[in-house]
C-alpha cells in the first residue's frame, strides 16, 4: 500500500455504493457497471481511500428524482420488469419511454437508478453544506436521460438532481461534459434559464453518432430575451483529436468561461469513453491528457462535482478515474504509475500493468480535427462569451 498524505486545507468526498455495481445491461451491452468494481479496486490498492471521506450512497428517493423527472416515467420505472419488454400490455409504455437495446429493462433496474442518482445528489449535498470541497460519484455522470424518456443507457439524469441541488446554495453552475457523446439531456433541461451554463466537448456527426445533437451553432433558444439565449456551448469535434489539441482547447474554451461567467460551483462529467481505444469513441486521448482536463477544473478552487459517464474499455475507464481521483486529492504525484501488485483482477492491466498505457500508439487513428477548425471553435466560443457576464 502506497502512502497517500492527506492534503492540507480541502476536503475531499467519495459517494459511492457497492450494490450498482452489480448490475448487468445484459450479454454483450457495452454499458458494465463492473468497471466501477474495478475503478475502486485500484483506488483502493494505491492507498487513495485514506485521504478522503468515503460515504454509502442512499438511494434517491422518489420525491428526490421528482424533482426532474415525470412521475409518469418514474411510476413506469418503478414497476418495470424484465421481460417487459416483450409483454403486449407494456409495448406501448416501452416504446413512450424509449427502452430497448440502448436502454434495456434489467433486474434491478429502478434500484440501479436510484442508487447512483442517490450518490450524486448526496455529493452535491455535502458541497452545500460545506462538508465537501469536492465531491465523486463515478457511478454517475448519466447525461442523455430526459425528464419523461431514458436513453443512450441513460434512465434517470442524475447530474441535472445534482445541479439543482447545487442551484439551491449558487446563483450559477457550470456544467463541464468531456464524455465522447454530446451532454443532450443536461444541455436540454437547462436550455431555457441563465443559471446554469452548459459546456459539452464531443465528437459531432449529425446522422452517424449518437445523439446527433451539438452543433456550435446550438447555443441557447434563439429568442434573445429568453435568459437561456447563448447559455449552451458546444464543442463538436471530429475522429481522432489528440492530446494536445484537445487539453488546449479545453484550456481555452473553459478558462474563458469561467473568467466570464463566474460560475459558484462546477459540475464535471468525466465520461472515458473519450480515450483512446474505447469501444465506442473515436478520440485518441491519452489517460494524462483526460486528467489534465479535470486537474485545470480544479484550479479554479471552485466547489466541484465530480461524476463519470460513459467508457466502454473497462480496465481503461479505470485507469482514468483513478487517476483523476489521484488528482483531487493531491497525490497523482506520489502515486507510483505501474499498476500496485496488490490490486484485485491485475491481469486486466497486463501486460504493461501501467496507469498509463499508449492508448494513442496502440490503435492509431488519424486526427480529422485540423488547426484551423480548432482555431475557429475557439473563436466561436469566445465570440458567445461576449454575452455571458457572470
Ligand atoms: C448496444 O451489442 O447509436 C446495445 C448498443 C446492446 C447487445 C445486443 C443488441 C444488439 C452498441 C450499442 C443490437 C444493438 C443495436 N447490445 C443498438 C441508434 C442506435 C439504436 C440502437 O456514454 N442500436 C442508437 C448510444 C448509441 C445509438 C450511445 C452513450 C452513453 C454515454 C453516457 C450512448 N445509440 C444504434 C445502436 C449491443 C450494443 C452495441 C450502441 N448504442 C453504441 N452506440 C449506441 O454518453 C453513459
Ligand atoms: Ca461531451
Ligand atoms: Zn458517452
Keep these: 500500500l502506497y502512502k497517500v498524505q492527506r492534503p492540507q486545507g480541502y476536503q475531499v468526498s467519495w459517494h459511492a455504493n457497492p450494490a450498482v455495481e452489480a448490475h448487468h445491461f445484459g450479454q454483450s451491452h457495452p454499458m458494465k457497471p463492473w468497471r466501477l468494481t474495478l475503478t475502486k479496486q485500484l483506488v483502493m490498492a494505491y492507498g487513495m481511500h485514506h485521504a478522503m471521506d468515503l460515504y454509502l450512497a442512499r438511494a434517491a428517493t422518489y420525491e428526490e428524482l421528482a424533482d426532474f423527472h415525470e412521475s409518469d416515467y418514474l411510476d413506469f420505472l418503478r414497476q ?46 455535502k458541497l452545500c453544506n460545506n462538508q465537501s470541497d469536492i465531491a465523486i460519484n463515478w457511478s454517475g455522470g448519466l447525461h442523455h436521460a430526459k425528464k419523461a424518456e431514458a ?9 441535472v438532481l445534482g445541479v439543482l441541488q447545487l442551484l439551491r446554495h449558487h446563483p450559477r453552475v457550470m456544467y463541464i461534459d468531456i464524455d465522447v457523446h454530446h451532454g443532450d439531456g443536461v444541455e436540454q433541461a437547462f436550455w431555457s434559464t441563465d443559471r ?14 449518437f445523439p446527433g445533437t451539438g452543433a456550435l451553432e446550438d447555443t441557447g433558444p434563439n429568442h434573445p430575451l429568453n435568459p437561456g439565449a447563448h447559455h ?18 479545453y484550456h481555452q474554451v473553459i478558462g474563458a468561461c469561467v473568467e466570464n461567467y463566474r460560475p459558484g460551483a462546477i459540475v464535471l462529467q468525466c465520461g472515458a469513453d473519450s480515450l483512446g481505444c474505447d469501444r465506442l469513441g473515436c478520440f485518441n486521448l491519452n489517460v494524462r491528457a483526460h486528467g489534465a482536463c479535470v486537474a485545470f477544473t480544479k484550479t ?29 486529492i493531491d497525490a497523482d504525484q506520489v502515486i507510483d504509475s505501474t499498476i500496485p501488485e496488490s490490486v484485485a483482477f491485475r491481469n486486466h492491466f497486463g501486460p504493461d500493468y501501467s496507469l498509463f498505457p499508449p492508448l494513442s500508439e496502440i490503435r492509431r487513428l488519424e486526427n480529422k480535427n485540423s488547426r484551423p477548425y480548432l482555431e475557429g471553435l475557439v473563436e466561436a466560443v469566445h465570440e458567445q462569451l461576449r454575452y455571458i457576464k457572470g
Excluded at 465530480?306 to 489521484?326: F, I, L, M
Design 196 to 209: 446554469v451554463l452548459t459546456v459539452s466537448f464531443h465528437k459531432y456527426d449529425k446522422d452517424n453518432f
Design 151 to 159: 436513453s443512450g443507457f441513460c434512465y434517470v439524469n442524475d447530474i
Design 300 to 328: 479554479f478552487g471552485l466547489p466541484l462535482l465530480v461524476v463519470g459517464g460513459g467508457g466502454y474499455t473497462p480496465r481503461n475507464v479505470s485507469r482514468a478515474w483513478a487517476h483523476e481521483t489521484s488528482i483531487l
Design 232 to 249: 449552451s456551448i458546444n464543442v463538436p469535434l471530429n475522429d481522432g483529436i489528440d492530446d494536445d489539441s484537445y487539453i488546449d482547447l
Design 80 to 125: 418495470v420488469m424484465p421481460g417487459d419488454m416483450d409483454r403486449a400490455e407494456q409495448s406501448e409504455n416501452v416504446v413512450r419511454f424509449n427502452f430497448g437495446d440502448d436502454c434495456p429493462i434489467f433486474d434491478g433496474l429502478y434500484n440501479y437508478c436510484s442508487l447512483y442518482a442517490g450518490g450524486t445528489v448526496d455529493a452535491a449535498r
